[in-house]
């Protein structure tokens, strides 16, 4: 496993790394197999606001799949200490939801409501892009399915998760509503 720990704001000590080290390696460890590389990025922020200001964030790349957490905290040793439980849980859930699939486990969902789409979205507003591009990621999307897509939403720690669906080989994003449950934005064909 490659172990790369990078700080923003901070200089990663000799003490700071072994800590880091130490930690990340108990969490991962009985995932050896499943991890290949993990990203550990550390910040404190400068801005007498912020109070958690220590945050720690931990991606792990398990066989094609992007496993990510982020912690929070007053003292930089808790967040590390409270992200790498948070990223260990992740790695089991994500290991049991493997073995389920293999053994045949695997959960249907069912659609509550399917309400039709409205005409008009936006109303009287203007649509308005932000003034520049601050930064452009690029990912591999191979086609899945939507209960796939809820899947790796869970283990990335993000508010949505952009995929192809397998069904229509569009672009669909999945993601958290505020009031609870999931939500699924799809391509809409102009008429």
Do not use: C, W
């Amino acid at each position: 496993m490659k172990l790369l720990i990078q700080g923003n704001n901070i200089t990663v000590t000799e003490a700071i790394h072994d800590y880091v080290e130490e930690k990340v390696e108990r969490a991962v460890k009985h995932f050896q197999n499943l991890t290949t590389k993990v990203d550990v990025h550390l910040s404190v922020a400068r801005n007498a606001r912020i109070t958690n200001k220590h945050k720690a964030e931990v991606t792990v790349y398990a066989n094609g799949t992007v496993i990510r957490a982020q912690e929070g905290s007053e003292n930089l040793y808790a967040s590390i200490d409270l992200v790498a439980d948070k990223i260990a849980r992740q790695l089991r859930k994500y290991k049991e939801r493997i073995q389920d699939k293999q053994h045949g486990n695997v959960k249907t969902s069912e659609i509550v409501e399917d309400k039709p789409v409205e005409e008009n979205l936006i109303g009287d507003r203007a649509p308005e892009l932000p003034s520049e591009v601050l930064r452009m990621k690029y990912f591999a999307m191979p086609p899945m399915a939507i209960e796939d897509a809820l899947e790796q939403l869970q283990l990335v720690d993000h508010d949505f998760y952009m995929f192809r669906n397998k069904d229509t080989d569009e672009i669909n994003v999945i993601y958290i509503r505020n009031h609870g449950g999931y939500g699924v934005i799809q391509p809409h064909q102009a008429s």
